[in-house]
């Protein structure tokens, strides 16, 4: 599967951006679906991923309540959904398709999208 992220750019805390990660070559929903960022200086750490069976969702605590994991079959595209953003969510984030039950493991992940940045200013 080949993965396409979208949707990040520069925004004030406390407002909201989606990011999209588009599917070809396969169906979103023949794998767990994740979503990773890496900070300036930092190492990739994991954000939310959907499961392929069942669709639940997993988050961060630090993204709990305010970031939303949701996948559209027929768009082949999962979504993130950012709300409530802060300047600590200043990162590369990239979407990642495995198999694995692993969700939180970015090792485990075998397709990776290119990486969308988002910048939240204070």
């Known amino acids: 599967v080949q993965l396409q992220a979208s949707g990040g750019g520069l925004v004030q805390a406390g407002e909201s951006l989606r990011l999209s990660c588009a599917a070809s070559?396969?169906?979103?929903?023949?794998?767990?679906m994740g979503w990773f960022r890496q900070a300036p200086g930092k190492e990739r750490v994991f954000v939310a991923a959907?499961?392929?069976?069942?669709?639940?969702?997993v988050y961060a605590d630090s993204v709990k309540d305010r970031f939303t994991l949701s996948r559209d079959n027929a768009k082949n595209t999962v979504y993130l959904q950012m709300n409530s953003l802060r300047p600590e969510d200043t990162a590369v984030y990239y979407c990642?398709?495995?198999?694995?039950?692993?969700?939180?493991?970015?090792?485990?992940?075998?397709?990776w999208g290119q990486g969308t940045l988002v910048t939240v200013s204070s």
């Open positions: 990642a398709a495995t198999r694995t039950v692993a969700l939180a493991r970015d090792d485990l992940y075998y397709s």
């Open positions: 070559g396969s169906t979103v929903n023949s794998y767990s």
């Open positions: 959907i499961r392929r069976s069942g669709g639940s969702t």
